[in-house]
């Protein structure tokens, strides 16, 4: 006995010394990627010193040496981007390519097929030529920024570039110029859902026994729009007198610091509605939280001056930003770019499609998709004149398609003359708002509000490529069409000059927060299918409770989590709950009624992570929409994630007979709305019960509405993990400024998954003193110390400078790269 105890002990020390080993090779193989910051290094592709500086949160901060051009200084851009995001780069390359199962096996083949099926990255091949000049070189040099990285990985056994490699080993091809202007064709995959909204309308409609219920579960956005805000004095007469004095002088003291796509906010105030007489831009793009963060901060040097803010790693441009003239924020446009279209194949042939003038063949091409670990996939590619042909098991397809016809895509995007880097580029070159407006003409997708400021003047533009549509058009792009009928086909693009723009407008404050921005008559429209309606509302009232602000004030508006939604329909939906209820003995379901209706009847709508409130709301609406629409539209009603707090007010407030759908239709009884809304209260805090327990007085909403930061590649592997994921316990909600919106799905509904990536406050008055954030930090390496520092700030709604000082950034650098010319 004696001897097996110390045979089982000597096994398992030997056990916990291999694991030890293991972990310790692990570390070392993994840490050997790690990029030294302070160094200098000769290298091929640069003409003359160009120096990283990094700054103390691990900014790089790029200056060309005298007789550097800026080519240089792209040529550091892209070597600090491979440095810091390498796999991040070429993961989003091999996505935009179509190659993703090369590596990752069958569980990214569809991804492969859709996008092959769009042909983005040879759309962005053809693209190239199509750049100015000037863009073409930038692009070049970027290119060798980046190769240059791969080459000191490969000559100084860099640990391949980056931990994942090791998990996911895969040749990496040097990098090119239209893999980044691939990279902004990816960027619009991921902003446009109009494809889908076409979709989910014409399958609702199926699904409705009353078309005109249609109008209630998908509603329009109600009103003329909101892009501008009227003179604070018109609102406040009293205060007009004070208004009309001259503008206070800008302040000489040092302000504090302070520290979600298709969405976005982005606002700006004129020097009269500054305390400081500075113009101020806010703006907080929203994307889909990961680790790291989709965004890079980044300053470079420029001939036309410095330039600071967000960049997508593998894109040489920063896309929201500011100099030391200009600053520009962009927000998802929902610019209805996308038509799908419904296309008769000939019966006698079915390579053919019909078109206006009789039946044509298909452009076709075969694709072959390599497969890890499995046989590859071969495919045919079809086109037609309207656009590719996607096959009817994507996004539901074939429960649209009458027999005998296909489906195919129309979109702004899928042109090989993109000319939306050289307008990227030119934005930044920009020295105020005119230049800028001209710059971005050339920018054809993504579409974006942009939003400009600079010393004097601010302004708004709606910038991509919008459709021409007839006014014929069978469905104004809101349904598939009939693809050979000429009224429904493109007409090319329309003129620049009729994209919305708002421009110094009297009241000194416009913005955008994914709402309706403007009420045209089709085909002049821009959109039916808007973003958020309610962020708005609480986004004027932020505004124009004050008549100056300042660089805190717009912070404070960022991260506000009052809910506007909730306002509006906790006096809705509980009209005829709200202290009615008799005595009720503890622990049963009446008295837990009582209480969340106690709590909720004294609550703010302050979406606060620490409260219970928020949850009891969250969970009653979503049951009540469940309720509401699953006994009408069966399964079709999954699709409907999040609540839609216009729906659940035309339905309580019964517009054009929406009460309706109260009803349960397979009942025998005619249900109220009240019933309806009191059983959902009861669902809610049964599911509660069921996940938290406890009493409804101690929940908190952050645990229910954790902010998820995913690591695409390791995010899912067990104990892994635990090392590259990010959580964080977060406030707001889907219908706030500091927007944290839901998954809606699965055990976990309110985990916040879509968030801003970014965010960035820009003020004139003191441009040094402007601020920004990403939501977890510079690095993509789950070793660095800079993987996740930024998380907690960008949590806690702190930022760090952004300043174009050189020596301040010199002062608390973490190290300079000096790179030579090999």
Known sequence: ?????????????????????????????????????????????????????????????????????????????????????????????????????????????????????????????????????????????YSAGVNARLLEINEHALGRGAPEMFLFPAPVAPWQPADSLALLKLLAVQSSTQMQNEILRTRTSLALQDPDRLRDILPDAPGNGISVLPEYSDLFPSLKQFSNAASPQP????????????????????????????????????????????????????????????????????????????????????????????????????????????????????????????????????????????PGGMFNLSSITPPGHVVSLAWTALTPKDTSMTAAIDLMRSQNVNQAITAAEAFVAPSFNLVLADQTQIAMKTIGAVPQRSSRHQSKGRLPTPGWRRENR???????AANPIFRNPRGGILGNTNNKLVERPFPN?????????????????????????????????????????????????GADLWFTGEAAPQGTPERKRQTALNLLAQWNGEMNEHLPEPLIYAAWVRALQNRLIEDDIGPLSNAFAHVDPLFIERVFRDIDGASAWCDIRQSALIESCSDISRLALDDAILWIDETYGGTLESLRWGDAHQANHIHEAMGRIPVLRYFVNIRQSTSGGDNTLQRGLTSGRGSAPFTNTHASGYRGVYDFADPDGSVFVTSTGQSGHFLSRYYDDLSQLWRRGEYIPMSLDENLARAASVGVTRILPR
């Open 251 to 390: 302040s000489t003291w040092p302000l504090p610091e302070r520290g979600f796509s298709s969405a976005s906010n982005a606002w700006a105030a004129a020097p009269k509605r500054s305390a400081t007489g500075g113009t101020l831009l806010a703006n907080d793009p929203h994307n889909t939280l990961t680790a790291p963060s989709a965004w890079y901060l980044a300053r470079l040097e420029l001939a036309t001056g410095g330039v600071i803010g967000a960049t997508l790693p593998g894109i040489p441009a920063v896309l929201s930003g500011r100099s030391d003239e200009l600053g520009w924020g962009i927000t998802a446009s929902y610019l209805d770019d996308q038509d799908l279209y419904i296309e008769e194949l000939n019966p006698e042939n079915t390579e053919e499609y019909k078109t206006p003038i009789g039946f044509a063949s298909f452009r076709t091409r075969r694709a072959i998709i390599n497969v890890k670990d499995a046989t590859p996939v071969t495919s045919t590619l079809r086109w037609t004149e309207n656009g590719p042909v996607l």
């Open 525 to 573: 429209h821009i959109s039916y299918d808007w973003g958020d309606s309610q962020r708005i509302h609480r986004w004027q009232r932020l505004m124009q409770t004050r008549e100056v602000h300042t660089r805190d004030s717009f912070i404070e508006a960022q991260q506000d989590t009052v809910s506007f939604a909730a306002r509006t329909l906790l006096p809705l939906i």
């Open 1 to 141: 006995m004696a001897r097996l105890i110390n045979f089982l002990l000597k096994a398992a020390a030997f056990g916990v010394l291999l694991t030890l080993v293991a972990v310790i090779a692990v570390y070392f193989l993994a840490s050997q990627s790690l990029p030294t910051y302070d160094k200098e290094v000769a290298l091929p592709g640069v003409t003359a010193p160009v120096e990283i500086v990094r700054d103390n949160a691990n900014v790089p901060h790029i200056f060309g040496s005298f007789g550097a051009s800026d080519e240089d200084v792209y040529f550091g851009l892209g070597y600090a981007h491979a440095q810091d995001r390498l796999w991040q780069m070429t993961v989003l390359r091999r996505t935009a390519q179509g190659r993703l199962s090369e590596v990752f096996g069958a569980r990214t083949l569809e991804s492969d097929n859709l996008m092959r099926r769009l042909d983005i990255y040879r759309l962005a091949q053809q693209s190239v030529a199509v750049q100015s000049a000037g863009t073409q070189a930038a692009l070049r040099a």
């Open 490 to 496: 493109w007409q090319g693009r329309a003129p620049y």
